[in-house]
């Protein structure tokens, strides 16, 4: 009776040392932190001559001591001298093995026992299993022989088993720990990289700004050269007009310069408008319209109306565009109002959704086909007209002359 009622006490200190050890490994996040409560909280007040902790290496082919309770124990957190065990070597190497708890009542006996630090007659081994893999052994020795129980197998399967839980929290945070330091250093290798690239970006933009601005520089003084070239040989032709006596040969020349001129405002407008890569088609209209009514001095008898939308050609496109425009009007204004005779020009340049549509008319006394200058304007027109893949109407009728002009876009 009185044995049922020590073993009874004894029973309800363990559960009581168990308890105080699960609140205290709630405070544990490492797992040297984990096995040193086994010593530290659990050991410790099991009346144990000592204890050792081992966790299986990386290889998983060694036991290393980790933790220590007792002789072993020389300072608070370190282990004299602490033994390294290959799987299946002792009394710990064969748990650790087999994976099932050992309790041996007299070593002298056991052909697998192996000193440690000094000879002990009695040992308790328990696994430590993590998903059914042994990962550490609890190890005990004691001078006696006979000194550990059935108790002492059950409580350090209980601590092995919380312990575990522990180990296997504590090797997620650490793996997340690492995952995170590791993903912090690509984040600012990453980010090193990115802002080497943004300074190489920065003075590669810088360099190409700088050719962009030289090559405009470049472009604006081309177009100024060719449009002073295209100006001097308009006086050229001015010059020799003037010595003519012959009113046909000098009209020659003068259509000539009107041909010059038209091609000169494009570079005009490029150059002083500072956009290289498009011309303003009204304006370009309005340009030619006010040099050739000035050039054969129709402004006061011949009236101009414009209906244009807003619309950009590209370099390749205006130049053509511009000589058909100039011959339609210079056609106009030498044959449609003879002596003297007012009238009203009508020019408008519609944008449709795929092409563009040019409109020369006037009330003039309409279009002579038997004219031959008449007639090599009208071949400069269908010539031009087809480089731009166009299609070209010209409608005489007593009411005056009707031109239209539709390309695609």
């Given at each position: 009776m009185f044995e049922n009622i020590e073993a009874i006490k004894r029973k309800a200190y363990f559960l009581e040392v168990v308890n105080?050890?699960?609140?205290?490994?709630?405070?544990?996040?490492?797992?040297?932190?984990?096995?040193?409560?086994?010593?530290?909280?659990?050991?410790?007040?099991?009346?144990?001559?000592?204890?050792?902790?081992?966790?299986?290496d990386s290889s998983g082919e060694f036991l290393i001591q980790k933790a220590a309770y007792g002789p072993k124990n020389e300072g608070e957190f370190d282990i004299k001298n602490p033994l390294i065990l290959r799987i299946g070597q002792g009394i710990c190497g064969h748990v650790a093995k087999t994976g099932i708890s050992e309790c041996i009542n007299d070593t002298s006996k056991d052909p697998r026992y192996t000193v440690d630090d000094s000879v002990r007659l009695s040992e308790i081994a328990v696994p430590i299993l993590s998903q059914g893999k042994v990962i550490g052994v609890i190890d005990s020795e004691h001078p006696d022989k006979d000194f550990y129980s059935s108790q002492d197998i059950e409580i350090l399967e209980t601590v092995a088993s919380m312990v575990s839980v522990k180990i296997d929290q504590a090797l997620a945070l650490e793996r997340l720990a690492n995952y995170k330091d590791e993903l912090e250093k690509k984040v600012a290798e990453s980010t090193r990289e990115l802002q080497v690239t943004?300074?190489?970006?920065?003075?590669?933009?810088a360099q190409i700004e700088q050719r962009n601005r030289e090559k405009e520089t470049l472009l604006q003084e081309i177009h100024h050269r060719v449009k002073n070239n295209l100006q001097l040989v308009t006086s050229l032709l001015n010059l020799h007009a003037n010595r003519l006596a012959n009113d046909e040969e000098r009209?020659?020349?003068?259509?000539?310069?009107?041909?010059?001129?038209?091609?000169?405002?494009?570079?005009?407008?490029?150059?002083?408008?500072?956009?290289?890569?498009?011309?303003?088609?009204?304006?370009?209209?309005?340009?030619?319209?006010?040099?050739?009514?000035?050039?054969y001095r129709s402004e006061e008898v011949i009236k101009l109306k414009l209906n244009l939308d807003q619309y950009y050609f590209d370099i390749e496109k205006s130049i053509p565009f511009g000589l058909i425009l100039n011959e339609l009007?210079?056609?106009?204004?030498?044959?449609?109002?003879?002596?003297?005779?007012?009238?009203?020009?009508?020019?408008?340049?519609?944008?449709?959704?795929?092409?563009?549509?040019?409109?020369?008319?006037?009330?003039?006394?309409?279009?002579?086909?038997?004219?031959?200058?008449?007639?090599?304007?009208?071949?400069?027109?269908?010539?031009?007209?087809?480089?731009?893949?166009?299609e070209c109407t010209i409608l005489s009728v007593e009411s005056g002359t009707h031109c239209n002009v539709i390309f695609p876009k």
């Open positions: 105080d050890f699960s609140s205290r490994l709630l405070h544990v996040n490492t797992v040297d932190g984990a096995v040193w409560a086994i010593t530290k909280h659990a050991v410790s007040r099991l009346s144990y001559a000592d204890c050792v902790v081992y966790l299986v943004i300074e190489e970006l920065k003075v590669s933009h009209f020659v020349f003068r259509d000539c310069q009107s041909r010059i001129k038209s091609m000169s405002a494009v570079h005009e407008q490029l150059y002083h408008k500072g956009n290289l890569s498009r011309i303003d088609v009204k304006e370009y209209i309005e340009e030619i319209c006010k040099e050739l009514f000035f050039s009007i210079v056609n106009v204004l030498k044959h449609a109002f003879p002596a003297s005779r007012g009238g009203l020009v009508s020019i408008d340049l519609k944008e449709h959704p795929y092409s563009i549509e040019l409109s020369v008319n006037d009330d003039g006394v309409g279009f002579d086909t038997t004219l031959q200058y008449s007639t090599m304007g009208l071949d400069l027109v269908n010539t031009l007209v087809s480089q731009v893949d166009g």
